[in-house]
């Protein structure tokens, strides 16, 4: 099957989710979103605790980021709230938004009588956008305009065994339908770099994914010194892991065995289909962020230990890596991988995943989304991130 049920854009995407996202320009207005948020439960949030104190590459990290995730194609319309005085302006969020063809309303906060007074009539907004979201209906669209994103978290040895090679086997075929796949997580391809630059489209992609990666190595080792080869969570440690070479060796098999077409910033949207590596750390809810602001409308989530985090918009499908964890961890855990090491072949669990995959960018509720599982919108900073 080379097609999922989705939401027509303006803009020639297409959604799995029609939501009308809240988005505050600064985290001075979360409060306000926070009461809108109340009022109508159906708007999803995208607060965060930036807008102002950034300037340089991080100032237009932030917007690139808060720009694209109301872009997001799950995204049917958007309302952003401002405060007034922020460094990253609500006005021109919302306008850069609107590019899109969605419907968008901005409202200011010093310009609206207050927070309760501007919380009021954004929930009066949001909750006509909803009413009108319900009654779009879904059509068939095919393979080529999805972007699916790849994370892991929570690894254990056996991370690399199972679940990420089952993933990989369904990027391999989503690629194959024309589909867009997103590896991320650079800190978590250290030492494979070599590996991937061979994947390579062409020299200059490959050059790219070495800078990318080496650029990670460089900022651990500063950060770090001696124990730069650790970079692995005790969680990891527990789980059998003894380095970050050897996690990002499992990490790496996500992304299938097709090509790299392309590099891409975080928070960028790609612009080729295909296996595509976006530079960003390997902290779980700071790289989810980014693939939701690629437009993504799905990701997979890869853990061993057991991670329950979601993402606000974005339906997060759980790939466990053994049995005892999908048992222990049933209501957060989507695909039992572990089934793997008791005798089902690879292939099996990849095809499993492949049509949950399906159903569920038709509307099926994963685990993290139906737990509300949000996490929190936490966006990259040139710091360091691990």
Do not use: W
């Not at 720009?67 to 405060?83: C, Q, R, S």
């Not at 319900?134 to 690399?160: H, I, N, Q």
């Not at 890596?321 to 961890?329: D, I, K, P, Q, V």
């Amino acid at each position: 099957m080379n097609s999922f049920d989705g939401y027509e854009r303006p803009d020639g995407t297409a959604g799995a989710r029609n939501h009308v996202a809240i988005i505050p320009s600064i985290a001075c207005a979360n409060g306000v979103v926070d009461l809108i948020a109340r009022r109508v439960p159906a708007g999803v949030c995208f607060q965060h605790c930036h807008g102002c104190g950034r300037a340089g590459p991080d100032l237009e990290l932030h917007i690139r980021t808060l720009v694209n995730l109301g872009k997001n194609p799950n995204i049917g319309a958007v309302v952003v709230i401002g405060l007034g005085c922020e460094v990253i302006r609500g006005d021109a969020l919302a306008s850069a938004i609107a590019e899109s063809g969605k419907p968008v309303e901005f409202l200011q906060i010093q310009d609206e009588g207050g927070s309760v007074a501007t919380a009021e009539k954004g929930a009066a907004i949001a909750a006509r956008m909803v009413e009108e979201a319900a009654r779009v209906e879904r059509t068939a669209v095919g393979l080529d305009r999805l972007v699916v994103g790849l994370e892991c978290g929570g690894s254990d040895a056996f991370s690399g065994v199972t679940a990420n090679p089952a993933v990989g086997l369904v990027s391999d075929r989503l690629v194959a339908a024309g589909a867009t796949v997103i590896l991320t997580e650079n800190t978590e391809m250290i030492g494979t770099e070599h590996i991937l630059a061979r994947r390579a489209c062409c020299p200059e992609v490959a050059d790219e994914v070495r800078n990318a990666v080496e650029r990670a190595e460089a900022r651990t080792r500063e950060i770090l010194g001696p124990f730069a080869s650790m970079v692995i969570a005790p969680g990891n440690m527990d789980g059998g892991m003894s380095s970050i070479r050897e996690k990002a060796l499992g990490c790496i098999t996500k992304g299938g065995g097709t090509d790299i077409r392309q590099v891409v910033a975080y928070g960028e949207v790609p612009s080729e289909s295909g296996l595509v590596i976006m530079d960003a750390p390997g902290y779980d809810v700071e790289s989810m962020a980014g693939l939701a602001a690629a437009g993504t409308q799905a990701m997979f989530f890869t853990t061993g230990r057991g991670n329950p985090v979601g993402f606000p918009g974005v339906p997060v499908i759980k790939v466990a890596s053994t049995s005892r964890l999908y048992e222990a961890m049933k209501s957060d855990m989507d695909v039992n991988a572990g089934a793997v090491l008791e005798g089902r072949s690879l292939q099996d669990v990849a095809d499993e995943t492949f049509d949950l995959l399906l159903k569920v960018l038709g509307g099926r509720r994963p685990a993290a989304e139906a737990n509300g599982q949000n996490g929190v919108l936490c966006l990259y900073t040139s710091h360091p991130s691990f």
